[in-house]
């Protein structure tokens, strides 16, 4: 997975394409990523004692990797991700514009 916590996506397909936001979490074991913003749905809660009452819920859920690309520092659009040897680092550069991510 080239994409990190903390790094700003874009939706390339699905119901929320066009949208942008940034990475919450990672989850490479499944694949997926929780971006803020994206794929919110309406969760129904309820009532966890007596005297307390039921309420709708919306929160973001996770999105498969392969349906987002990282934003291009440079551009502001959906670039791939690439490497660079900096002497004995590695880092991770923007394919389109090659500025550092």
Same mark, same amino acid.
């Given at each position: 997975?080239? *994409?990190?916590?903390? !790094?700003?996506?874009?939706?390339?397909?699905?119901? !929320?394409?066009?949208?942008? #936001?940034?990475?919450?979490?990672?989850?490479?074991?499944?694949?997926?990523?929780?971006? =803020?913003?994206? /794929?919110?749905?309406?969760?129904? +809660?309820?009532?966890?004692?007596?005297?307390?009452?039921? +309420?709708?819920? =919306?929160?973001?859920?996770?999105? !498969?990797?392969? /349906? *987002?690309?990282?934003?291009?520092?440079? #551009?502001?659009?959906?670039?791939?991700?690439?490497?660079?040897? !900096?002497?004995?680092?590695? =880092?991770?550069?923007?394919?389109?514009?090659?500025?550092?991510?």
């Amino acid at each position: 997975m080239k *994409v990190r916590t903390g !790094d700003t996506v874009i939706v390339t397909t699905g119901k !929320d394409r066009g949208k942008s #936001g940034t990475i919450l979490r990672a989850y490479p074991k499944k694949g997926k990523v929780l971006i =803020e913003g994206v /794929n919110v749905v309406k969760k129904h +809660q309820k009532a966890t004692r007596t005297g307390s009452v039921g +309420q709708i819920i =919306e929160r973001p859920m996770p999105i !498969d990797v392969s /349906n *987002v690309s990282l934003k291009d520092p440079k #551009g502001g659009k959906a670039t791939r991700v690439g490497y660079k040897l !900096d002497g004995k680092k590695k =880092e991770r550069v923007a394919r389109k514009s090659g500025s550092k991510i």
